[in-house]
């Protein structure tokens, strides 16, 4: 049954993909405007977030996409196995059921109001950090994407604006609900955590709502992307590996200089570093992050020991520490080098589509398709290498 319920929902989704993009593409938008003018109450352009890139991480941008990099972020991370259909998808159902059903009990078995507002809300409060994901990934991350797939599903043609509300609402719910779901795989068993996750994912779509919010986090003095990875499901055991939700800020906070303050948040990777123009659209990007293994075919990862309360620094054990290095044009990640130091080598490698024209195989044109790549080479974890097209944002592979 919970095999089922995947494909189930996988095929509805590239569905609803497929059916977007037969339709016609939104001009793809060359530069922000002043500052003066995205903080005005009307906005002078149409877009902050969705331009609508034919090459790197925006030629996969869409539903698909956003349900397997964010709803499917966890499996084979935190102590979890990457294998699809070992998660236990009716019990992570019946839990955020419960969780949003029961909200007084909820609070009441995790101390009461002032503990639970100490553990997930009030930053610095309380030793697990959860407040870190809630306000930098369901706040910021995931409200300024339910913003980017209103813009996605407006630039398609036959969508209203509400429709287009309505849809990316949709979207972004089954991605956040696939994801409460998967995470009761995770070592603390707490029902705390997708009611706290659904206020963060409410405040931030209903924030996101607003041009003005919109125009704080794109403007031309502050970026702000939606960087996914590229998802890989190994033929040999149904494992999920490379798929990510990351979030990346840079700014220049206000100074004359070239060189901007680089922040990346969500999972496989969380640093900072500083972003250097290397021509009029490209950037590239130095962060001190971190990146995490991939397991071995068939293999058993070692689940960490159930309990109710973590703190930040047990979860920092469980990632490698890497030095990050990114290149983006006009914010479409174009490819990404995680250089994992400890606590073993490691090199994660990922080249997003690009097209290549007068490409042709065997008399058959493929100057329009975008094609990509990964590549890991671990000390202490799986290896593997394939390809990535721009017309799917889930591929086939192989780990070693």
Known sequence: MSGYWFVSVLSCLFLVEAFAQETAPLPEANQLPELARTLSASSSRDNFFYFNQPYGSESQ??????WVNVGLVVPGRLGTQPQLDEINYAKGWQQLKSSLKNQRDVLDESGGTNESLK???IPFAHP???WLPNYFLHLLGEGMLSRKLEEYYLSQEGNSPLQAKIKAIITLAAAQATNEVVEYELPWEQRLDPLADFYFNLAGIIAFSFDEVAQLFSNDYLDYYYWPGQPIIDLQDGALFNQGEQYYFRSKL???TQTSLAIISGMPAT???ISYPVTMDDQLSVLFATDVAVSHPHETVDSLERGTDFTASEIAKLYNQSLNIYWDK???LMGSVALSYHPFYQVSM???PQTYPGLSVAGIA???LGIGGYLIASQGGANSIGLTLSLSPVMFGIRR
């Open 271 to 273: 640093g900072l570093g």
């Open 61 to 66: 941008f869409g539903p698909l996409n956003v």
């Open 350 to 352: 990922n080249l997003y």
């Open 366 to 368: 493929l100057a329009d």
């Open 119 to 121: 553990k997930e809300f």
């Open 128 to 130: 697990s950090g959860a």
């Open 330 to 332: 006009k914010g479409s």
């Open 254 to 256: 206000g100074f004359d």
